[in-house]
T-cell receptor
């Protein structure tokens, strides 16, 4: 079945860049997502990328996709303490298909 | 605009008691609806999804059940809670169109004591 893997924890200093990595196994993945979960809250969609794209940038966020290696990354520039949260990678083949989530990477921003 | 509500936000229930978590979506029709569970320190586990009224698919065997009595209403239930049912439960919806973007509710904390 589909599998999405990501590291559990990342610690960065305020002002530095954060890079959260994710790998997936489903070669039919069409859409790949990044969600953010702040403590005690639901998941908030940050951004998503179609599999025919290599990169997507949205303000401080940059998503890079290496489809050959099935590797997705989220780069947060100028990381702030408010960016501390759990970040979930997810993938979907599209259509009426369920989305598969990774276990989540906890980002800790040190002031 | 579409919104999703789930309640209660926090629940403390004794072992063996029943459970009912309710979720409603507004501003859309015929959404796909989901129940996820997030146990402490773990990722998201898909419990149930529904593509229409009365249509429920279960992803994992457990003592939980789900029902969809109306198009935009999704209910998670249990007749007898176990300690292992404790966790953060998230309702979510998506339109099933291009992008498959899932939108989550704020979650319900369940502690079984």
């Amino acid at each position: 079945g589909e599998d999405v893997e990501q590291s559990l924890f990342l610690s960065v200093r305020e002002g530095d860049s954060s890079v959260i990595n994710c790998t997936y196994t489903d070669s039919s993945s069409t859409y790949l997502y990044w969600y953010k979960q702040e403590p005690g809250a639901g998941l908030q969609l940050l951004t998503y990328i179609f599999s025919n794209m290599d990169m997507k940038q949205d303000q401080r966020l940059t998503v890079l996709l290496n489809k050959k290696d099935k590797h997705l990354s989220l780069r947060i520039a100028d990381t702030q303490t408010g960016d501390s949260a759990i970040y979930f990678c997810a993938e979907s083949p599209g259509g009426y298909q369920k989305v598969t989530f990774g276990i989540g990477t906890k980002l800790q921003v040190i002031p | 605009s579409q919104t999703i509500h789930q309640w209660p936000a926090t629940l403390v229930q004794p072992v063996g008691s029943p459970l009912s978590l309710e979720c409603t979506v507004e501003g859309t029709s015929n959404p796909n609806l989901y129940w996820y569970r997030q146990a402490a320190g773990r990722g998201l586990q898909l419990l149930f999804y529904s593509v229409g009224i009365g249509q429920i698919s279960s992803e994992v065997p457990q003592n939980l059940s789900a029902s969809r009595p109306q198009d935009r209403q999704f209910i998670l239930s249990s007749k007898k809670l176990l300690l292992s049912d404790s966790g953060f439960y998230l309702c979510a919806w998506e339109t099933g169109g291009p992008g498959n973007t899932i939108y989550f509710g704020e979650g319900s904390w369940l502690t079984v004591v």
